[in-house]
């Protein structure tokens, strides 16, 4: 009882202070949380403007698309249609995740109206090792994207990455953050068309 005591009356400062301080981040990230989401949306706009640049806006489509992640987990995908001049759509974007090298990777993916080509994809958020994984974010390994046919890419450590096909060359010394990349869009992109001509957003076979 002692002992218990004294803990308390040397430890009251330390502990009112931790509580005071959980107290004060806590305050603060919910005061930033409205920034930090809008900041987020600048970007998403940003690179998905970058991969569709002939797009005047994206609008969000209505309700989320459910598909299923690698070892069975459901994840809430938000649509957006790309519209240029006219309401015409010339394209689609949305953003999708999963396990990379270092941590989660998210994508921002965007493929053609039909939804027949990939239009190509930019990073979010990674935290691959620099000068090895991290050169996923770089032009010579994502342009084998731009073009590359909507289903299953099929990772290759040789071969002429100038081709645009399925077949994706992987990134030399960082063959898992390549592999992270391919297996994402494998994982997300079918399955978010399937759900779009489900609800007749797009024709079957464009």
């Known amino acids: 009882m002692f002992r218990l005591r004294h803990f ?3 430890s009251w400062l330390l502990i009112v202070s931790a509580f005071c301080f ?3 981040l806590a305050a603060t990230e919910y005061a930033l949380a409205p920034t930090i989401r809008q900041n987020r949306i600048d970007k998403l706009n940003r690179l998905a403007k970058g991969l569709l640049p002939e797009a005047e806006h994206f609008l969000e489509v209505a309700g989320k698309i459910e ?7 459901k994840e809430q995908i938000t649509i957006y249609k790309a519209i240029a001049d006219a309401d015409k759509c010339v394209g689609w974007s949305f953003t999708v995740g999963g396990s990379g090298f270092e941590d989660r990777i998210e994508l921002v993916v965007a493929v053609d109206a039909a939804f027949e080509k990939l239009a190509g994809y930019d990073v ?3 935290n691959e090792t620099p000068g090895f994984g991290d050169q996923i974010k770089h032009d010579y390994y994502r342009s084998q994207f731009k073009g590359a046919p909507v289903g299953r890419l099929e990772l290759k450590t040789t071969g002429d990455a ?5 077949e994706i060359i992987a990134i030399s010394g960082a063959t898992i953050s390549s592999e ?5 869009l494998n994982d997300s992109v079918v399955q978010i068309k399937e759900r779009l ?3 007749g957003l797009i024709g079957n076979g464009g």
């Open 22 to 24: 959980g107290l004060l």
């Open 67 to 73: 598909i299923e992640g690698r070892r069975g987990r």
């Open 124 to 126: 979010l958020v990674s």
């Open 8 to 10: 308390l009356e040397q």
């Open 180 to 184: 992270a990349v391919v297996e994402i």
């Open 162 to 166: 100038s081709k645009i096909d399925s």
């Open 197 to 199: 001509i489900k609800q």
